[in-house]
């Protein structure tokens, strides 16, 4: 188990953790903060994926197992006072395990290589909590990868991380390329490209009617405020909207990509069966 208790926010390992909650030293460092036991569980999957491991007395109590298994993959384990993980933690209520893990994102050539059916795109999606359950969305639906653009948050920013709920850790996620060279290399790949839209005059009803669901598909979506811009609808293969058969003015990107994804899934499903 994790030996002397760390009281100190002045300790080097602590404010080497801390400086992780900014964009710039993650990207330099190439290393995230992901908080609890769901974090920890996913990050130890992965060789590498761990770095350091900070822990309260009493979670490492709670969670034994986590710390052991930690211990033996040769992950550093820093036990620390409960001031001071309240100070490293992003959350309310911490819950006595942060760790520090290695990026995880991949380049897009390598997601794309093995002739992917289904991804996912954010394209300026700003809200951090909004991009990670969309990533927790895809990763559910079967998407074999999720491609945040250059415009879009950063996957690896506190709030993100929670909401992907561990599906950071499970598929190929690839950070920053621009729109205008991402398309053509999702079209080389076999790609259907669909914008998700409010604005789009086919519905996914159409979609899924005419065949379109079930071709290998990169659905692209965008801000949850406004949409996406036009000269993102305008190099897309279709614009797709989310039928509304009640009295609601739109839906959250969320369940709109779940309802998106989901039908691609459904559709992709059905062709395979003999």
Same mark, same amino acid.
């Given at each position: 188990? $994790?030996?002397?208790?760390?009281?100190?926010?002045?300790?080097?390992? +602590?404010?080497?953790?801390?400086?992780?909650?900014?964009?710039? *030293?993650?990207?330099?460092?190439?290393?995230?903060?992901?908080?609890?036991?769901?974090?920890?569980?996913?990050?130890?999957?992965?060789?590498?994926?761990?770095?350091?491991?900070?822990? =309260?007395?009493?979670?490492?109590?709670? /969670?034994?197992?986590?710390?052991? &298994?930690?211990?033996?993959?040769? +992950?550093?384990?820093?036990?620390?006072?409960?001031?001071?993980?309240?100070?490293?933690?992003?959350?309310? =209520?911490?819950?006595?395990?942060?760790?520090?893990?290695?990026? +995880?994102?991949?380049?897009?050539?390598s997601a794309?290589?093995?002739?992917?059916?289904?991804? %996912?795109?954010?394209? /300026?999606?700003? !809200?951090?909590?909004?991009?990670?359950?969309?990533?927790?969305?895809?990763?559910? $639906?079967?998407s074999e990868?999720?491609? *945040? %653009?250059?415009?879009?948050? !950063?996957?690896?920013?506190?709030?993100?991380?929670?909401?992907?709920?561990?599906?950071?850790? /499970?598929?190929? +996620?690839?950070?920053?390329?621009? *729109?205008? =060279?991402?398309?053509?290399?999702?079209?080389? &790949?076999?790609?259907?490209?669909?914008?998700?839209?409010?604005?789009?005059?086919? =519905?996914?009803?159409?979609? $899924?009617?005419?065949?379109?669901?079930?071709?290998?598909?990169? @659905?692209? *979506?965008?801000?949850?405020? @406004?949409?996406?811009?036009?000269?993102?609808?305008? /190099?897309?293969?279709?614009?797709?909207?989310?039928?509304?058969?009640?009295?609601?003015?739109?839906?959250?990107l969320a369940?709109?990509?779940?309802?998106?994804?989901?039908?691609?899934?459904?559709?992709?499903?059905?062709?395979?069966?003999?």
């Amino acid at each position: 188990m $994790a030996g002397r208790e760390l009281t100190s926010v002045r300790s080097p390992r +602590v404010k080497a953790a801390r400086r992780l909650a900014k964009r710039a *030293f993650r990207r330099r460092e190439r290393r995230f903060l992901a908080e609890g036991p769901q974090a920890v569980r996913e990050a130890l999957e992965i060789p590498g994926g761990l770095a350091e491991l900070f822990t =309260t007395a009493e979670a490492e109590t709670r /969670h034994p197992e986590l710390v052991a &298994a930690a211990e033996r993959a040769g +992950v550093p384990v820093l036990r620390v006072s409960g001031e001071v993980m309240a100070e490293l933690a992003q959350t309310v =209520t911490p819950q006595g395990l942060l760790a520090v893990c290695g990026f +995880v994102d991949v380049p897009l050539e390598s997601a794309l290589a093995p002739a992917p059916k289904l991804v %996912t795109v954010l394209a /300026h999606v700003r !809200d951090p909590g909004n991009a990670g359950t969309v990533l927790r969305t895809a990763d559910a $639906a079967g998407s074999e990868s999720v491609v *945040f %653009t250059d415009a879009s948050v !950063d996957p690896y920013n506190g709030k993100c991380v929670r909401a992907s709920a561990g599906s950071l850790f /499970h598929l190929p +996620v690839v950070m920053g390329p621009r *729109f205008d =060279t991402l398309i053509p290399e999702l079209k080389a &790949a076999g790609l259907t490209v669909l914008a998700a839209d409010g604005a789009g005059e086919r =519905t996914l009803d159409d979609a $899924a009617d005419e065949g379109l669901l079930a071709r290998p598909t990169a @659905w692209v *979506f965008g801000n949850e405020a @406004w949409g996406l811009p036009e000269e993102i609808l305008r /190099h897309v293969d279709d614009v797709v909207r989310v039928p509304i058969y009640g009295r609601a003015e739109s839906l959250n990107l969320a369940t709109a990509a779940a309802v998106c994804l989901y039908g691609s899934a459904r559709a992709q499903r059905a062709r395979a069966v003999p």
